[in-house]
């Protein structure tokens, strides 16, 4: 997301079985993930968080109907080129394989698929959430298989060289127990270099800190206490946090956020963004901050804007 535009990144499925090509999820009989991704791009018109019917489709990638074998990463990207970008993405909720993509023009163009390693799990479910140290140095967080095999708990990695080679950095999280989970982060470095991840569980959000750049963590609390959908966690220009948007699948239904002004120790009450069912009620939103404006995006504005319209205005957050 830059201060002119913003790039939204939708996810189709196929229902094809394969774990070697890049187009399929080996669990159709649960939902297809990872497989076509088309990009459009929008600018932000004035103050306004909507997409205007301008905005164009980029890129629909693997680019052909069979998909794209998954390569090794030669290295050699600069994460700290304004306009790089990269997405994680799994085959398979449990065991992945997980590859990725990268992008050096806002995702006109991408390269990949790359391989994902496995960092000695039993398998990587990786969603994209990652923080930029330097041109060849990246930090990400995936969600790795629990040892029965199934979702999940996080983990945190690192690339020195553009890519190329990876190294395991830490668990984020204990393992879950039972059939609960700990998947889709959301992280954000502090101006005092601290690095904080909320995760979401089953039907709760957990929030967890690393004061010594993600080799050790620490449980800070549980910011949204009642909800099944995921986090996505941000600074906002003035210094505070938000736990941003998390849906509502179940009564009350819609979109919530929760403001921090303490680095996450404390939390505000939840405060309502949208008061209405729509479709699975905001299974992912997200936010940008960047500019001072608030943009979300829910199961139902994405395919708004993969179709060209404009999805209704939410307002602004200065």
């Given at each position: 997301m830059w201060s002119d535009s913003n790039l939204a990144i939708s996810t189709f499925g196929s229902q094809v079985n394969t774990s070697t090509r890049s187009t399929t999820s080996s669990r159709p009989n649960i939902y297809s993930r990872a497989v076509w991704m088309v990009a459009r791009h929008g600018r932000?018109?004035?103050r306004s968080v909507y997409w205007l019917r301008r905005g164009r489709r980029l890129r629909e990638f693997p680019p052909r109907p069979e998909g794209k074998p998954v390569a090794d990463c030669q290295g050699g990207f600069d994460f700290a080129d304004p306009d790089f970008m990269v997405t994680f993405r799994m085959a398979d909720v449990d065991i992945g394989p997980s590859?990725?993509?990268?992008s050096l023009?806002?995702?006109?163009n991408w390269q990949g698929p790359f391989r994902v390693p496995l960092f000695g799990q039993k398998g990587i479910a990786a969603r994209t959430d990652y923080l930029?140290?330097?041109?060849?140095?990246l930090t990400v967080f995936l969600t790795a298989a629990k040892s029965n095999g199934h979702?999940?708990?996080?983990?945190c990695v690192r690339t020195r060289d553009g890519g190329k080679t990876w190294s395991f950095a830490s668990f984020v999280t204990p393992e879950p127990e039972g059939r609960d989970y700990a998947i889709m982060p959301s992280s954000v470095r502090l101006p005092s270099q601290a690095i904080l991840t909320a995760v979401r569980y089953q039907n709760w959000i957990d929030l967890y800190r690393s004061d010594d750049n993600g080799r050790t963590w620490a449980y800070v609390g549980r910011p949204a206490p009642d909800t099944e959908n995921p986090p996505s966690l941000l600074q906002l220009q003035d210094g505070r946090l938000v736990a941003l948007t998390y849906g509502r699948r179940s009564a009350p239904f819609g979109i919530r956020a929760r403001l921090s002004s303490d680095e996450g120790k404390t939390w505000?009450?939840?405060?309502v963004l949208r008061n209405e069912a729509v479709g699975t009620s905001a299974t992912r939103a997200v936010c940008s901050a960047r500019t001072g404006r608030l943009s979300?995006?829910?199961?139902?504005?994405?395919p708004q804007i993969m179709s060209g319209k404009s999805p209704r205005q939410f307002g602004t957050q200065d």
């Open positions: 932000s018109k004035s590859r990725f993509y990268c023009n806002r995702g006109k930029v140290n330097g041109r060849s140095d979702e999940g708990r996080v983990i505000s009450s939840e405060i979300r995006y829910t199961t139902s504005t994405i």
